[in-house]
């Protein structure tokens, strides 16, 4: 949970988006994550819990249809909303700046993961090239019998075409089109844990 919602506030925000009126546990997430511009989404074991113990309060209740809740502000709800209304003042002061202090991380994780590609790019395609170096200027090996077909051979140039494959074919995707951060994240993972299995394997 954002610090925000620290020592029952998120229970106040709850009652705060009740009083606009009915709403399911569903909306009320999507509602948060609004309001943090998607960088912080409540899950359902930390909403569903407070309103029912909001309701256990007598500050919500709710009625059932189709399978689903939906919960509204109760007399009693709308008046501890009275009460605690500087408090839910101050509590939007908060929610702004942590939301400004999201903004800005995000910004400065996005510019990191793009520099992050770009190397990565520039890493592939020098290790590209430093494979097909090696395998020109390695000394060749001794000559097999004429009866042995060389399967060995056979197979590092397929690795080498593989990669070198494997290089231009990112780089086609890269520049195919934008990128959301999480997919740059997962592919930087996904990287990072071949090039990994291959360290392990061939050491």
């Known amino acids: 949970m954002t610090a925000v919602f620290s020592h029952g506030r998120l229970r106040l925000y709850l009652l705060k988006l009740l009083d606009d009126g009915p709403k399911h546990g569903y909306e009320l997430i999507r509602l948060l994550e609004d309001r943090f511009l998607g960088l912080y989404a409540p899950s359902a074991g930390t909403i569903y819990p407070r309103l029912q113990r909001l309701e256990v309060e007598g500050l919500v209740s709710h009625t059932a249809a189709g399978g689903r809740k939906t919960y509204d502000i109760t007399d009693a709800?709308?008046?501890?909303?009275r009460q605690r209304a500087a408090e839910l003042t101050a509590l939007e002061t908060d929610i702004a700046a942590s939301v400004a202090d999201l903004s800005s991380l995000a910004g400065e994780i996005?510019?990191?993961?793009?520099?992050?590609?770009?190397?990565?790019?520039?890493?592939l395609s020098?290790?590209?090239?430093?494979?097909?170096?090696?395998?020109?200027?390695?000394?060749?090996?001794?000559?097999?019998?004429?009866?042995?077909?060389?399967?060995?051979?056979?197979l590092l140039d397929?690795?080498?075409q593989r990669l070198a494959a494997?290089?231009?074919?990112?780089?086609?995707?890269?520049?195919?089109?934008?990128?959301s951060d999480t997919q740059l994240r997962t592919a930087i993972r996904l990287l990072d844990g071949a090039l990994d299995g291959l360290r392990r394997l061939l050491r």
Do not use: H, I, Y
């Open 77 to 81: 709800g709308r008046a501890e909303l």
């Open 110 to 123: 996005r510019s990191e993961v793009r520099g992050s590609v770009r190397d990565l790019k520039r890493e």
């Open 126 to 154: 020098e290790a590209t090239r430093q494979t097909r170096r090696a395998r020109w200027e390695a000394p060749a090996p001794p000559p097999r019998p004429a009866s042995t077909p060389g399967p060995q051979a056979e």
């Open 158 to 160: 397929e690795l080498d």
């Open 166 to 179: 494997f290089t231009v074919e990112v780089g086609r995707l890269m520049r195919a089109r934008q990128f």
